[in-house]
């Protein structure tokens, strides 16, 4: 069992950052393959990125290509999300996802429902 809590969400504007976290406890957090996924208002909960055990390899959604990067420290089991350049369409609750199956690398677009562990969410507003 793996427990996701994360944090750092909140209201920026738009071109601004934010640094979304994502704290792992329980089962070791090295072993897995873990995402960022998002869900908007009224909208389905899409993918966002997804990054390998060891973070070396790491997939992106056309839509945050190069405005965001997803990294991790093993050391510390957390997972991070960077989100600069931010825009208005960027407001959803993001939610950290992992899968104890699957540690990567990745190559394509992963779907939810690989993912077996995910975290409560958290609210990123961007105003325009």
């Known amino acids: 069992q793996v427990q996701l809590v994360e944090s750092g969400g909140g209201v920026a504007q738009a071109g601004g950052s934010l640094r979304l976290s994502c704290a792992a406890s329980g089962r070791t957090f090295s072993n897995y393959g873990m995402a960022w996924f998002r869900q908007g208002p009224g909208k389905e909960r899409d993918f966002v990125a997804a990054?390998?055990?060891?973070?070396?390899?790491?997939y992106y959604a056309d839509s945050v290509k190069g405005r965001f990067t997803a990294s991790r420290d093993n050391a510390r089991n957390t997972l991070y999300l960077h989100m600069n350049s931010l825009k208005p369409e960027d407001t959803a609750i993001y939610f950290c996802a992992a899968d104890q199956d699957y540690p990567g690398p990745y190559y394509s677009t992963p779907q939810f429902y690989e993912f077996n562990y995910w975290g409560q969410g958290t609210q990123v507003t961007v105003a325009s």
């Open positions: 990054i390998s055990w060891d973070g070396y390899s790491t």
